[in-house]
């Protein structure tokens, strides 16, 4: 049999693909991707058994649905699905995609249009940002005819709008997530930006280029494009993001001069293959890197107000208007916005077969027919050993978003991981809330094993400590394993004026708030450690709560924030390039990684002890014999050499530990912590 489900099939901006309603697809995410793979034909190059065109740009799929976000329309998934193998990503956008979810959005029923045209408000769900998208509906009926053009689509249609909100910074937390708008990987000087789309771009010229050379002929060089690989997996490493070889970003940027002032001439990587003609999201941050100074494609004119920029690509060119705030350091890009178009294909119903399932489509129904009731209550009541696990995907749910320490941990664990479950490990990067978001996401998950938890200090003692969340540490979660430690480290901007902590205390007692510190966010380790400290010290900082430890850690690089107690783990590289000066550790030893900085209680002052611990968990009522198993694999792996040197390089001690013992440590942590609440009278705003 094969299962059929909704289906409208669209060109949108220079791509093309199925577009869905959320609720047409499997709930669960396995079967989801499956019915994806399906669609598309993913499985061999030519995509001949689905509805791709063996190519990246038309093998992608938009999924579509009613926002959960405040003062947002619809939330839109784009998915990169593979060609000519099995695979769908989730992480990258599209923006061309993008300009095909408000007419779906609007003739699907899930905005009203207005007469005339309709903006829809978008809410990307891969990169957290928003989007007005503007779409021509005259009547209150979508319309796709018009005279607009863009270059690498035959014909004309109606115009369709796209202004990014905030892209910038949306997948690191940063604009120029190193600290630096320019940086030097391999002897080239490059810019590492995430604007819509994390991107490192290098200069045509110092690459041996012209810079208008054809897709097919930088992709015949090999040399080449092997160069550009290792430069990209540098970049994505000081990006924050970890190791980018199993990952599609940062995409690759060869530039050179435009045919004018306003223009600039780039060859956008996909990032193994040079792109046929440029994406929109690639587009925003080539544009991006142009309109500001101090990158390496930075344009003469750096004037403030509203500027149109033209991207020249293989196929033409895409005009990105920017509106740039401000002067030199200070300059930023408020909003990018351009004109796509789209057209609808074809609407009816998509048959998708049945062997790109792990499990029938009809479940498990045949089988319970055959079986006598007796017999199949005797397997219901069969000891949990019985169970078949895993048998799909492991996702391990990350509450930090990509490139900062925990995601580094985790990634670093699920890749030994997998293989001695016998199955692949995803990791799934939910930051927002200060971990509350992935932690209910993750205690509502079906307990069944296949959805593991990498928590730590903040999301199952310090957060749940400051405030009440929908989830309790403690009921709905159970303890997997410890993984390890790592100790809080105040670390400060090298150019503030100070020669150690205790001068920090006396010029803050002299001047309160002089300096401001910022921290992951409330309830957050880097927040209740300058808590701590300001308590103990008796004096007063200003915090800064950021959307996870890389942002902060960036800004604090910048000079935006002076002052952060981030965790040895995600503190140490930047300490050892320079970038930040290490003052003390807030624990009750020093690090043998840096054993010349003192703790704070040597400094003078006492009682801020923050040793950050990391562990996984599952949902509560996974079957003990699953919890047994991954508890298993866990200390296999954290007993593994090459696993206990790359943490302990990144100032990270690793100890396991059976299920009991961490859950007493968590209920212990948790204890501890309320404590503090009360004694400093913390709140969470």
């Given at each position: 049999?094969?299962?059929?489900?909704?289906?409208?099939?669209?060109?949108?901006?220079?791509?093309?693909?199925?577009?869905?309603?959320?609720?047409?697809?499997?709930?669960?995410?396995?079967?989801?991707?499956?019915?994806?793979?399906?669609?598309i034909?993913?499985?061999?190059?030519?995509?001949?058994?689905?509805?791709?065109?063996?190519?990246?740009?038309?093998?992608?799929?938009?999924?579509?649905?009613?926002?959960?976000?405040?003062?947002?329309?619809?939330?839109?998934?784009?998915?990169?699905?593979?060609?000519?193998?099995?695979?769908?990503d989730?992480?990258?956008?599209?923006?061309n995609?993008?300009?095909?979810?408000?007419?779906?959005?609007?003739?699907?029923?899930?905005?009203?249009?207005?007469?005339?045209?309709?903006?829809?408000?978008?809410?990307?769900?891969?990169?957290?940002?928003?989007?007005?998208?503007?779409?021509?509906?005259?009547?209150?009926?979508?319309?796709?005819?018009?005279?607009?053009?863009?270059?690498?689509?035959?014909?004309?249609?109606?115009?369709?709008?796209?202004?990014?909100?905030?892209?910038?910074?949306?997948?690191?937390?940063?604009?120029?997530?190193?600290?630096h708008?320019?940086?030097?990987?391999?002897?080239i000087e490059?810019?590492?930006?995430?604007?819509?789309?994390p991107?490192v771009?290098?200069?045509?010229?110092?690459?041996?280029?012209?810079g208008?050379?054809?897709?097919?002929?930088?992709?015949?060089?090999?040399?080449?494009?092997?160069?550009i690989?290792a430069?990209?997996?540098?970049?994505?490493?000081?990006?924050?993001?970890?190791?980018?070889?199993?990952?599609?970003?940062?995409?690759?940027?060869?530039?050179?001069?435009?045919?004018?002032?306003?223009?600039?001439?780039?060859?956008?990587?996909t990032?193994?293959?040079?792109?046929?003609?440029?994406?929109?999201?690639?587009?925003?941050?080539?544009?991006?890197?142009?309109?500001?100074?101090?990158?390496?494609?930075?344009?003469?004119?750096?004037?403030?107000?509203?500027?149109?920029?033209?991207?020249?690509?293989?196929?033409?060119?895409?005009?990105?208007?920017?509106?740039?705030?401000?002067?030199?350091?200070?300059?930023?890009?408020?909003?990018?916005?351009?004109?796509?178009?789209?057209r609808?294909?074809?609407?009816?119903?998509?048959?998708?077969?049945?062997?790109?399932?792990?499990k029938?489509?009809?479940?498990?129904?045949?089988?319970?027919?055959?079986?006598?009731?007796?017999?199949?209550?005797?397997?219901?009541?069969?000891?949990?050993?019985?169970l078949?696990?895993?048998?799909?995907?492991?996702?391990?749910?990350?509450?930090?978003?990509?490139?900062?320490?925990?995601?580094?941990?985790?990634?670093?664990?699920?890749?030994?991981?997998?293989?001695?479950?016998?199955?692949?490990?995803?990791?799934?990067?939910?930051?927002?809330?200060?971990?509350?978001?992935?932690?209910?996401?993750?205690?509502?998950?079906?307990?069944?094993?296949?959805?593991?938890?990498?928590?730590?200090?903040?999301?199952?003692?310090?957060?749940?400590?400051?405030?009440?969340?929908?989830?309790?540490?403690?009921?709905?979660f159970?303890?997997?394993?410890?993984?390890?430690?790592?100790?809080?480290?105040?670390?400060?901007?090298?150019?503030?004026?100070?020669?150690?902590?205790?001068?920090?205390?006396?010029?803050?007692?002299?001047?309160?708030?002089?300096?401001?510190?910022?921290?992951?966010?409330?309830?957050?380790?880097?927040?209740?450690?300058?808590?701590?400290?300001?308590?103990?010290?008796?004096?007063?900082?200003?915090?800064?709560?950021?959307?996870?430890?890389?942002?902060?850690?960036?800004?604090?690089?910048?000079?935006?924030?002076?002052?952060?107690?981030?965790?040895?783990?995600?503190?140490?590289?930047?300490?050892?390039?320079?970038?930040?000066?290490?003052?003390?550790?807030?624990?009750?030893q020093?690090?043998?990684?840096?054993p010349?900085?003192?703790?704070?209680?040597?400094?003078?002052?006492?009682?801020?002890?923050?040793?950050?611990?990391?562990?996984?968990?599952?949902?509560?009522?996974?079957?003990?014999?699953?919890?047994?198993?991954?508890?298993?694999a866990?200390n296999?792996?954290?007993?593994?050499?090459?696993?206990v040197?790359?943490?302990?390089?990144?100032?990270?001690?690793?100890?396991?530990?059976?299920?009991?013992?961490?859950?007493?440590?968590?209920?212990?942590?948790?204890?501890?912590?309320?404590?503090?609440?009360?004694?400093?009278?913390?709140?969470?705003?």
């Amino acid at each position: 049999m094969q299962r059929m489900i909704p289906c409208v099939l669209m060109r949108a901006g220079t791509s093309r693909g199925p577009f869905f309603l959320r609720e047409w697809l499997p709930a669960d995410d396995t079967a989801r991707d499956e019915a994806l793979i399906g669609a598309i034909g993913a499985s061999d190059l030519l995509q001949v058994d689905g509805v791709g065109g063996g190519s990246t740009l038309t093998s992608k799929v938009a999924i579509v649905s009613r926002s959960s976000q405040p003062g947002c329309d619809v939330d839109y998934l784009f998915a990169q699905v593979g060609v000519g193998q099995k695979s769908v990503d989730t992480r990258p956008n599209c923006g061309n995609m993008l300009s095909g979810v408000a007419p779906f959005a609007i003739e699907q029923g899930l905005v009203p249009a207005h007469d005339g045209e309709t903006t829809v408000r978008v809410f990307n769900v891969n990169t957290r940002s928003r989007i007005d998208v503007t779409v021509q509906t005259p009547g209150r009926r979508v319309r796709y005819d018009g005279d607009t053009g863009i270059d690498g689509v035959a014909g004309t249609a109606a115009p369709i709008r796209l202004n990014f909100l905030d892209a910038w910074g949306a997948v690191t937390g940063s604009l120029f997530p190193t600290g630096h708008r320019i940086d030097t990987i391999d002897g080239i000087e490059v810019s590492c930006i995430d604007a819509a789309m994390p991107l490192v771009i290098l200069r045509a010229r110092d690459l041996g280029l012209s810079g208008r050379e054809s897709p097919a002929q930088l992709d015949a060089d090999t040399a080449l494009l092997a160069r550009i690989e290792a430069i990209r997996r540098a970049a994505g490493e000081a990006m924050g993001l970890g190791d980018v070889s199993g990952s599609v970003v940062p995409k690759p940027v060869i530039a050179s001069d435009g045919d004018g002032a306003d223009s600039i001439t780039s060859r956008y990587f996909t990032p193994r293959r040079c792109h046929a003609s440029h994406a929109v999201t690639g587009a925003i941050g080539v544009a991006t890197a142009f309109a500001l100074p101090g990158t390496v494609i930075s344009s003469g004119a750096r004037r403030p107000g509203v500027r149109s920029i033209a991207v020249l690509h293989p196929q033409g060119r895409i005009e990105v208007e920017v509106a740039v705030e401000g002067v030199g350091d200070e300059a930023r890009v408020q909003r990018a916005a351009l004109v796509r178009t789209a057209r609808k294909i074809l609407q009816g119903d998509l048959h998708l077969p049945p062997y790109v399932f792990s499990k029938d489509p009809e479940g498990d129904k045949p089988m319970k027919r055959l079986l006598a009731p007796a017999l199949a209550a005797a397997l219901a009541t069969a000891a949990p050993m019985a169970l078949a696990y895993p048998d799909k995907p492991i996702t391990i749910v990350v509450p930090t978003a990509p490139g900062g320490g925990n995601d580094a941990m985790a990634r670093i664990i699920g890749q030994k991981l997998g293989p001695l479950l016998g199955q692949t490990v995803i990791v799934d990067n939910r930051a927002g809330a200060n971990g509350a978001i992935a932690s209910e996401f993750a205690a509502r998950a079906t307990p069944d094993g296949h959805t593991i938890m990498f928590g730590y200090i903040a999301t199952h003692a310090m957060n749940p400590a400051l405030q009440k969340l929908r989830y309790d540490p403690v009921a709905d979660f159970a303890p997997v394993g410890l993984v390890g430690y790592s100790p809080t480290l105040m670390v400060a901007n090298t150019s503030v004026q100070i020669k150690d902590v205790k001068d920090l205390v006396a010029q803050l007692k002299a001047k309160p708030d002089r300096y401001t510190y910022a921290s992951a966010g409330n309830g957050t380790a880097p927040h209740f450690a300058a808590e701590l400290f300001k308590l103990n010290a008796g004096v007063v900082m200003l915090g800064v709560p950021y959307k996870g430890s890389a942002p902060a850690i960036t800004d604090t690089i910048g000079g935006q924030t002076q002052f952060m107690f981030p965790s040895l783990y995600t503190a140490l590289p930047h300490v050892k390039a320079g970038k930040l000066r290490a003052l003390a550790v807030a624990g009750p030893q020093r690090s043998a990684l840096l054993p010349d900085v003192p703790t704070l209680k040597e400094a003078g002052v006492d009682g801020v002890d923050v040793r950050q611990w990391y562990g996984f968990f599952v949902p509560a009522r996974t079957p003990r014999p699953i919890v047994e198993q991954i508890n298993k694999a866990l200390n296999k792996v954290l007993a593994d050499k090459e696993v206990v040197k790359r943490l302990a390089e990144h100032g990270a001690d690793v100890q396991a530990s059976t299920p009991e013992e961490f859950g007493a440590l968590v209920k212990s942590e948790l204890a501890k912590w309320k404590s503090v609440v009360q004694r400093a009278r913390l709140t969470a705003d």
